[in-house]
């Protein structure tokens, strides 16, 4: 028999960025391992950084995966496992307030 998972703290707000080739990869994978309930993929980021001492400029696409802070490590490893980037962008947001039915079937979505 398989044991639900009890999820008792705060959700958060994971981002990442990913090439576009990348991006329905990388978010149905963590929808699928069921560390993040639902992951918005917003497309044609432009991103401008330092890389190696030179300024770089990308478009790329932003990852928004909603999940729970006790999840954070498994989707962390998740992300870092499955992006093409050896330095990617993880950022992790603790969510102040939320809708209680978007929380509720967040719960339901991650305990399954």
């Known amino acids: 028999m398989k044991s639900k998972k009890n999820i008792t703290d705060g959700p958060c707000i994971a981002i990442t960025t990913v090439p576009e080739e990348h991006a329905v990869f990388l978010a149905k994978k963590l929808v699928e391992t069921r560390v993040a309930a639902c992951v918005n993929i917003c497309k044609n980021v432009k991103s401008i950084y330092i890389w190696e001492g030179e300024l770089k400029e990308d478009t790329e696409n932003i990852l928004i995966a909603k999940s729970f802070l006790s999840l954070k490590e498994k989707l962390k490893s998740l992300v870092l496992e499955n992006h093409p980037y050896d330095t990617p962008e993880i950022i992790f947001l603790k ?16 305990m399954a």
């Open 95 to 110: 969510i102040e307030d939320i809708e209680a039915k978007y929380l509720y079937w967040m719960k339901e979505v991650l």
